[in-house]
């Protein structure tokens, strides 16, 4: 479930990390305030069962990767060279998923 959580938050971070270029009115900026505040409210409450490197480092790998591809979409440019880099990177997301393990103890505050 935590990890649901970090892929969640991942994909918010690409809806409101893409939204910044088209905002323009207030309703724009109040809804990724809110996309803000909900994809970093369940990336911290993914720490609880996850180790804060491992789920921070997927959570910025899937917005770099989701806002970099939304871009592609969006008629901005991209190289060779920057698709090999996105693999690359890629690669280490799966990486970090695939060799952290849960921690399914609840730390304080609950």
């Known amino acids: ?14 809806v409101w990390a893409s939204g910044l270029k088209h905002a323009d009115s207030f309703a724009d900026w109040l809804m990724i305030f809110v996309l803000i505040a909900v994809s970093f409210i369940m990336l911290i409450r993914s720490y609880r069962n996850i180790p804060m490197a491992s789920a921070y480092t997927v959570f910025v790998g899937i917005g770099t990767a989701g806002t970099y591809v939304t871009g ?16 690359v990177l890629l690669g280490g997301i799966i990486g970090m998923k695939m060799f952290t393990k849960e921690n399914n103890t609840q730390s304080g505050g609950d």
């Open 1 to 14: 479930m935590s990890w649901l959580l970090v892929i969640v938050a991942g994909f918010l971070e690409v």
């Open 72 to 87: 592609i979409f969006m008629g901005e440019p991209f190289s060779g060279g920057q698709i090999f880099f996105l693999i």
